[in-house]
């Protein structure tokens, strides 16, 4: 499967954006759904993941009751809308798709076999 992320850009503290993650291929459903984020000078973080079938959904303390992922299998997308930002919030979003995660491994970069390119999230003060 490939993925293309998009719906980044520059936002003030307290705004809103929803970030996209479009999938070719078949069997997007049966991929668990994950997104990340790496700063600069950072190493790359778990934000949120959503299980295939549109199941159960996980969260990063430090986006937990600012972010929602959810996805549309019929039109093979995940998104990621992400309300009250913080300039700590500015990173480079990463979508990813799994076949091989289980619900102890949806945080851990390493069991996600497909990558997007990124959007970069930009959040001023």
């Known amino acids: 499967v490939q993925l293309q992320a998009s719906g980044g850009g520059l936002v003030q503290a307290g705004g809103s954006l929803r970030l996209s993650c479009a999938a070719s291929?078949?069997?997007?459903?049966?991929?668990?759904m994950g997104w990340f984020r790496q700063a600069p000078g950072k190493e790359r973080e778990f934000v949120a993941a959503?299980?295939?079938?549109?199941?159960?959904?996980y969260y990063a303390d430090s986006v937990k009751g600012r972010f929602t992922i959810s996805r549309d299998n019929a039109q093979n997308t995940a998104y990621l809308q992400m309300n009250s930002l913080k300039p700590e919030d500015t990173a480079v979003y990463y979508c990813?798709?799994?076949?091989?995660?289980?619900?102890?491994?949806?945080?851990?970069?390493?069991?996600?076999?497909?990558w997007g390119q990124g959007t970069l999230v930009t959040v001023s003060s």
């Open positions: 959503i299980r295939k079938y549109g199941g159960s959904t």
């Open positions: 291929g078949r069997s997007f459903s049966s991929y668990d």
């Open positions: 990813a798709a799994s076949t091989r995660t289980i619900v102890t491994t949806l945080g851990r970069s390493q069991f996600y076999d497909y």
